[in-house]
């Protein structure tokens, strides 16, 4: 399951690559989006089988069934990349297109002090310390920590891009009414 999950984020990661380089989204036969749902039914046969179903055999192919991911992943990785690093490699505008993008993509710097590492520096840190605190719980505090530094990241780009259209996103603006209906009594 990690090498799937491993190869559909490699094949991810190519794919806006490609874009970058190309400047033209393309979409193949299998493509990354392909691969993620391919590895959600993967995870889903996992939660409802458990580790008994990719125990079992095929009988007609006489191979355990873990290996039927395993082999499909690898050659939908196969013929996708095929695919993205021609356009990777020769799609690019000029010579140095592919040089261009990458100095691009790597102008941003991501700090030291980013809220984003501390999850897994609670988990590493637990680990480190021999688990002086019970593993499910730090496992807890590090999802919720992220999932509200995830929501507080998504509003702040949802603010941003609102704030460079100059529209409104999360507010309601109230208008004044103004009534021209006259009641007689």
Known sequence: MFFCCFAGMFMFYCAHWQTYVSGMLRFGIIDVTEVQIFIIIMHLLAVIGGPDLWQSMIPVLNVQVKLVPAFCTVAGTVFSSVNYFQVIFTGGVGKNGSTIAVAHMTKSEMHLQDTA????????????FNS????????????????FDLIRYSISVCNQI????????????????????????
Do not use: C, M
């Open 117 to 128: 590492f501390i999850g897994p520096a609670l988990l590493f840190f637990n680990q480190y």
């Open 132 to 147: 002086f605190i019970d593993e499910y719980i730090v496992l807890w505090i590090a999802l919720v920590f992220s999932l």
């Open 162 to 185: 609102a704030s460079h259209l100059h529209i409104e996103v999360f507010r309601i603006k109230t208008h004044a009414t103004h009534s021209n209906r006259h009641y007689v009594s």
